[in-house]
């Protein structure tokens, strides 16, 4: 991608004037109390990056943090971002405290799902039943410290549960429900867990799966477990035998615990903790090896305000869709907008194939104000022709997200043409080590194709070279060069934190590496994201993104999808392979070979033309919908890889022994 292009890239949506309130009044506060003329958000942003303790103070009182001491000391800038410097240094708090700051009839949770009825949690509700689950918790002997583990799809029994878990001061982690036994024991293993909370049945692509069988061989697999709780997912659920599975019971047995010999529940008792006592611990992927612990501390909690309230607008009472399971990051970060007074859509199960109007229906139902989604929901529904129809107003929807792979260009031109033509819509950028984003959408901003338009608040973010130098204009490895609260403190059982620092900080010392590849554009300052680092191409000197070659691919109707990855021949040299998987009705041929050849030496240059392209019957992808290029790339250079989080593993054997490339 050359400057020209950069200077050239079109605004697909312009925010309203009257937009950005919560923001716009967040400025002037700042401009005020700081004596600062504030012209547009960037200079905002320069000041937040130039006086982030100053900024995170007055965050923490426009949020409304509670607790019972305020912090002596925001963050020490002396100390190195690799030695993990200390948040909010003196301040006591309590996450579930702050998630039910809200006791009112406003609606907290909505409750949704494939063959279930539509119910309704308010905050009132959502504070007495979390009230009962943690005298429950307690009266078994739940305590500071101890882990407790979830592996449920999307329900209030998780939300209510977490809250529960962190009111005590014990520590929340899941893992996803479709991961086997074996891939939720490498995880949980790691944690020594008291407590295991489950559900008997999940509902999947129109299925239901029986989860007995998995939490028998997991829960033998855990000696450390003191109590296995398993949710009903119906009422006729608790007639169902379970007692091969040790120290089990179902959850209304357990929530009885909770009450006294009168039916009250006692009050509800918030432990006051620091900001780096742990509170969640989330796991990366695992595609290189065992999946690593994350750890955070309650610190992602006023950056989770900053994206979702200030830079996206979210009002009190705004309605926020959910479809994450427990174990994705987004599960966590999405239960924490309770903070603000948002409603949250919880879905069970997935609503985005059930049929062509399905979800379209779902966001007028629940007047849905914003959106997150997987990248790869839009790109099939661009496939299919999933649009809305006549009947379909989308008139609650102002913000439309997607996350967890690169959008491409052509995805906005559909969402505009076909989709909603006032909507703010664009991609963003977080991950596990972050709780959330850190590069997204803000309404005071316009939208360029193909680019994410803000730093959030506080972010200094650079791409860099190979020699960790700034670079604008071109691809780049982005990194964060000074502290953020909501970074994860380290790695479970990371005692000196040195793994920690060699996995994120030894390539870019003073810097933490995202293993991500961006374009920030000079003339936008937006990120373009690119590639994970370790899906870098490079061919005859030129180093490129595999979602350029996306792009101008999967503008040919004869190609279902496509992947690229690197390959090494005998000699070593690097070489760049596209695979395609064929639409049906089509065929693989040396003259499709020939236009997209012929095609990505015209939009891009001849050295971005892959060396080998082949066809493929099938492309491997994980549960969250992301292409597996560190798999296939593996594979094909004869190289160990790690199969625990795949949705098709079946697909990797047209991707071993391949003639062309040995």
Known sequence: MDTKNLAEVPVVWQPDSQGGQIMQKFKKIIEKKYKVNLDNYWDLHKWSTDHIPELWTELWDYAGVICSKKFDKVVDLRIPLEESPAWFEGARANLAENLLKYRDEKIALVLAGEDKETEHLTYAQLYEESKLYAAAFRKFGLKKGDVV????????????????????????????????????????????????????????????????????????????????????????SHSKDIS????????????????????????????????????????????????????????????????????????????????????????????????????????????????????????????????????????????????????????????????????????????????????????????????????????????????????????????????????????????????????????????????????????????????????????????????????????????FGSSEIYSIVDTFPEVNDCLCVSHYNKKMDERAVLFLKIEDGYSFSDELVNRIREAIARELTIRHVPDVILETKDIPYNINGKKLEIIVKKIINNKPYNVETVKNPESFKYFQNIPELN
């Open 149 to 236: 583990v979830c592996q449920m799809s999307n329900r209030k029994e998780a939300v209510i549960a977490m809250i529960a878990v962190v009111s005590i001061g014990a520590i929340w982690t899941g893992a996803l429900p479709l991961l086997g036994s074996k891939a939720v024991l490498n995880r949980f293993k790691q944690v020594d867990p008291k407590v295991y909370l489950t559900i008997d049945t999940i509902p999947h692509e129109s299925k239901k799966i029986d989860m007995l069988p998995k939490i028998k061989e997991i829960t033998e697999g855990l000696p450390s477990l003191s109590k296995v709780i398993i949710v009903a997912s119906k009422e006729d």
């Open 244 to 543: 091969s599975i040790k120290e089990s019971c179902f959850l209304d047995e357990f929530l009885q615990l909770g009450k006294e010999k009168d039916g009250s529940v006692p009050p509800m008792q918030f432990e006051q903790v620091t900001f780096t006592h742990p509170v969640f611990i989330n796991y990366t992927s695992g595609t290189t090896g065992l999946p690593k612990a994350l750890v955070h501390g309650t610190g992602f909690l006023l950056p989770i305000f900053r994206d979702f309230s200030m830079h996206l607008d979210g009002a009190e009472g705004s309605v926020w869709f959910s479809s994450s399971p427990v174990g994705w990051v987004s599960w966590n970060c999405y239960a924490s907008l309770l903070f603000f007074g948002a409603t949250v859509v919880l879905f069970e199960g997935s609503p985005f194939l059930l049929s062509p109007t399905y979800f379209w229906d779902l966001i007028d139902a629940f007047k849905m104000t914003h959106l997150f989604i997987p990248t790869r929901v839009v790109d099939e529904y661009q496939k299919r022709g999933y649009v809305p129809t006549k009947n379909h107003s989308l008139e609650s929807l102002r913000i439309f997200l997607l996350g967890g792979s690169v959008v491409k260009p052509q995805i906005y031109d559909f969402m505009y043409e076909k989709v909603k033509k006032n909507v703010l819509f664009a991609s963003s950028f977080g991950s596990t080590e972050t709780m959330g984003s850190c590069f997204l959408a803000d309404v005071t901003l316009p939208v360029h194709k193909g680019e994410i338009p803000a730093f959030s608040l506080g972010v200094n973010a650079e791409t860099v070279d190979d020699d960790g130098n700034p670079v604008f204009g071109e691809m780049g490895e982005i990194v964060i060069t000074k502290p953020i609260p909501n970074l994860a403190l380290g790695l479970w059982n990371d005692k000196d934190n040195s793994m920690f620092r060699e996995k994120y900080f030894s390539k870019y010392p003073g810097k933490f590496t995202t293993n991500d590849f961006g374009i920030i554009n000079p003339f936008t300052k937006g990120l373009i994201i690119c590639c994970r680092s370790d899906e870098t191409l490079k061919q005859r000197g030129c180093r």
